[in-house]
Every structure is written in structure tokens, then in C-alpha cells.
């Protein structure tokens, strides 16, 4: 069965940091896409950022420059290094995977990805 279960959400102030943690289990971990979504009330979910079964990794437009994505194989986590946090970054922030041989889906969509965690809440104030 697999399992995705996020922490590391919180409370900060613009301009902080955060780290989210994804730990996965029940599946080989490899061979797969996986990817940080994020919802904030009233809107739809939205990618943030994903790490390809090649190593690859892909960010939106919204958090380039200031989120890193990454993984711990060793660990089956993956993992959300969020810095320069704006107000308008908080919302829920889910892991999610899909199997994918080749990297990540050339257009991320929800819908492709058939695992999801119940999610970790992130706060920032202004």
C-alpha cells in the first residue's frame, strides 16, 4: 500500500524559510515522478515543483529561484526547501507520485498523479 505522509509545514513571516518532508513507502520510489502541489482556500491545487524518475527537476514559474526540490533515496523522502516565503505562497502543500519511467510528464497535471498525502499546512504572514 502506498503511503505518503508529509510534515514540516508551519507558521513563518515573509522572507522566511521552510522545509517539507515527504516520506514514502509501500513502493520502490524509484521509477517514479514525484511532486510538491499546493492549495491555498478558494483556489485550484497547482504544481510547485517535481523530481523525475531521471533525476530530473522542473519548478513553477512562482517559486523558481526560491524552492529547491530534492530527495534522499536512502531515506524514500522527498523533500521542499522553501526559502523567500511570501504570503501568497501559503496554502496546503501535498506530496503526490505517479509512476513515470522517463522523468516527470511533460505537462503536469493532477490527474496524472495517483498518490497523494494528506497534506501539510504552510502559513506566512506579511
Known amino acids: 500500500q502506498v503511503q505518503l505522509v508529509e510534515s514540516g509545514g508551519g507558521s513563518v513571516q515573509a522572507g522566511g524559510s521552510l522545509r517539507l518532508s515527504c516520506a514514502a513507502s509501500?513502493?520502490?520510489?524509484?521509477?517514479?515522478?514525484m511532486g510538491w502541489f499546493r492549495q491555498a482556500p478558494g483556489k485550484e491545487r497547482e504544481w510547485v515543483a517535481v523530481?523525475?524518475?531521471?533525476?530530473?527537476?522542473r519548478y513553477a514559474d512562482s517559486v523558481k529561484d526560491r524552492f529547491t526540490i530534492f530527495k534522499d533515496n536512502a531515506k524514500n523522502t522527498l523533500y521542499l526547501q522553501m526559502s523567500g516565503l511570501k504570503p501568497e505562497d501559503g496554502a496546503m502543500y501535498y506530496c503526490?507520485?505517479?509512476?513515470?519511467?522517463?522523468?516527470?510528464?511533460?505537462?503536469?497535471?493532477?490527474?496524472?498523479?495517483?498518490?497523494w498525502g494528506q497534506g501539510t499546512q504552510v502559513t506566512v504572514s506579511s
Open positions: 503526490a507520485a505517479t509512476r513515470w519511467n522517463n522523468g516527470c510528464p511533460g505537462r503536469i497535471r493532477n490527474g496524472d498523479f495517483g498518490y
Open positions: 523530481f523525475g524518475s531521471d533525476g530530473s527537476k
Open positions: 509501500g513502493y520502490p520510489f524509484v521509477g517514479y515522478c
